[in-house]
């Protein structure tokens, strides 16, 4: 059976990438989660997907130009519910003093827009709390895999791919092949930009298949019949239901 991720956290139940999220799918009993990283202004990793705040806090403007005391004064809750009024934007080892005993972490890294330090100093955070075995880094830009592993040749990496040009390119070069020349564990692909036949070719070389946002029966059913790794869903609690009624 797939391991099932919260994507974002448990982003039905709560506010996306926040505690009260994460704590819902610890909750939930799903295997782990899934989230996106960020460095802000004056260097501390922080969680968030998009490089702006303006969709998810009462604050505008890129992640990038707020120090993370800054950040923290945004209301990332709100916008969810009044229920999750005061809502703080979490960093990552607020979210790994949650989350650091589930069997699959999901870091994503959102690729900077100007170079930084961010792959490195996600690697020494996952290092400083000796999760190295949990840890599963993901990111669409093949250069923050290549540094991921020249940081560690033993972290474990996933290349994420949409349907895009270089999504493209990446299936029609051959998903395992384009993984194996970056050393990649993983493909990470979009629910509908996988086959069962590249399954079977990415599990011949040892590669997982880590599938993102899954939360309709039927989707779970195929993936999960083609061997699939992981379900990464907005519905964690869905998910594991489903699974555990194939069962």
Same mark, same amino acid.
């Given at each position: 059976m797939?391991?099932?991720?919260a ?12 505690i009260?999220?994460?704590?819902? &799918?610890?909750?939930f ?6 989230t996106?990283? +960020? *460095?802000? #202004?004056?260097?501390k990793?922080?969680i968030? +997907?998009? /490089? ?9 403007? %890129?992640?990038?130009? /707020?120090?993370c005391?800054e950040?923290k ?8 519910s009044?229920?999750?009024? !005061?809502?703080?934007?979490?960093? %990552? ?8 005993? =589930? ?7 959102? &690729? ?5 330090? *961010?792959? #490195? ?5 996952? +290092?400083?709390y000796g999760i ?19 940081l560690?040749?033993?972290?474990r990496?996933?290349? *994420? ?16 092949? /384009?993984?194996?020349q ?10 509908t ?9 990415l +599990?011949?070389? !040892? =590669?997982?298949v880590?599938?993102?946002t899954?939360n309709?029966?039927?989707?779970i059913?195929?993936l999960?019949?083609w !061997?699939?790794? &992981?379900?990464?869903?907005d519905?964690?609690? /869905?998910? =594991?239901?489903?699974?555990? !009624?194939?069962?």
């Amino acid at each position: 059976m797939p391991l099932v991720l919260a994507h974002r956290g448990a982003n039905k139940r709560a506010p996306q990438n926040t505690i009260p999220a994460f704590k819902k &799918a610890v909750e939930f009993n799903a295997d782990g989660i899934e989230t996106d990283v +960020h *460095l802000s #202004k004056d260097g501390k990793i922080v969680i968030c +997907h998009n /490089y702006t705040i303006d969709a998810t806090s009462d604050g505008q403007g %890129l992640i990038n130009d /707020y120090t993370c005391d800054e950040l923290k004064k945004f209301d990332f809750g709100s916008y969810f519910s009044p229920d999750f009024a !005061g809502v703080t934007l979490p960093t %990552l080892s607020e979210l790994l003093d949650v989350v650091k005993d =589930m069997r699959l972490i999901n870091i994503e890294i959102k &690729a900077p827009q100007t170079k930084n330090d *961010l792959v #490195k100093r996600t690697v020494e955070e996952i +290092h400083r709390y000796g999760i190295q075995d949990s840890v599963i880094i993901s990111c669409f830009d093949p250069e923050c895999i290549r540094e991921s592993k020249e940081l560690d040749p033993a972290i474990r990496t996933g290349l *994420l791919y949409e349907d895009n040009d270089l999504g493209k390119e990446i299936r029609s070069f051959g998903v395992e092949k /384009y993984c194996a020349q970056l050393n990649a564990n993983a493909a990470h692909p979009g629910r509908t930009l996988i086959t069962e036949e590249e399954v079977k070719r990415l +599990h011949a070389l !040892g =590669m997982a298949v880590n599938v993102w946002t899954v939360n309709e029966k039927e989707d779970i059913l195929k993936l999960a019949d083609w !061997g699939c790794d &992981a379900l990464i869903s907005d519905v964690p609690d /869905y998910v =594991m239901s489903v699974l555990q !009624g194939r069962e």
